[in-house]
Nanobody, 126 residues
Framework: QVQLVESGGGSVQAGGSLRLSCAASGRTFSNYAMGWFRQAPGKEREFVAAITWNGLSTYYADSVKGRFTISRDNAKNTVYLQMNALKPEDTAAYYC???????????????????WGQGTQVTVSS
């Protein structure tokens, strides 16, 4: 399995920006489709964004579309989540996830991914 470590979380005021990073190790990163999920206290883990192994296709939850951007750098074994115009409802622990894939399919369910990071906390104050 690939090992994943998130970073970049923190506290920010509403309207601010953060960029999350997820560094992968242990396997060939370009063999994996990647996703970002989040989980707020007392709520289920929910999909945020996904990207194919080659970065050519992306997909977003409606709640973040137009504000968040997922990208990847296969040379650096890293996937990113640029978060702009943050809202208090974006407050959650954010997790990156990996799934072996060489297809153009986009995966957006928790069950689609077998490898997970430990998460990084994002707190947005009003």
């Amino acid at each position: 399995q690939v090992q994943l470590v998130e970073s970049g979380g923190g506290s920010v005021q509403a309207g601010g920006s953060l960029r999350l990073s997820c560094a992968a190790s242990g396997r060939t990163f370009s063999n994996y489709a990647m996703g970002w999920f989040r989980q707020a206290p007392g709520k289920e883990r929910e999909f945020v964004a996904a990207i194919t192994w080659n970065g050519l296709s992306t997909y977003y939850a409606d709640s973040v579309k137009g504000r968040f951007t997922i990208s990847r750098d296969n040379a650096k074994n890293t996937v990113y989540l640029q978060m702009n115009a943050l809202k208090p409802e974006d407050t959650a622990a954010y997790y990156c996830a990996a799934r072996p894939s060489y297809s153009s399919a986009i995966y957006s369910r928790v069950a689609d991914f077998g490898s997970w990071g430990q998460g990084t906390q994002v707190t947005v104050s009003s």
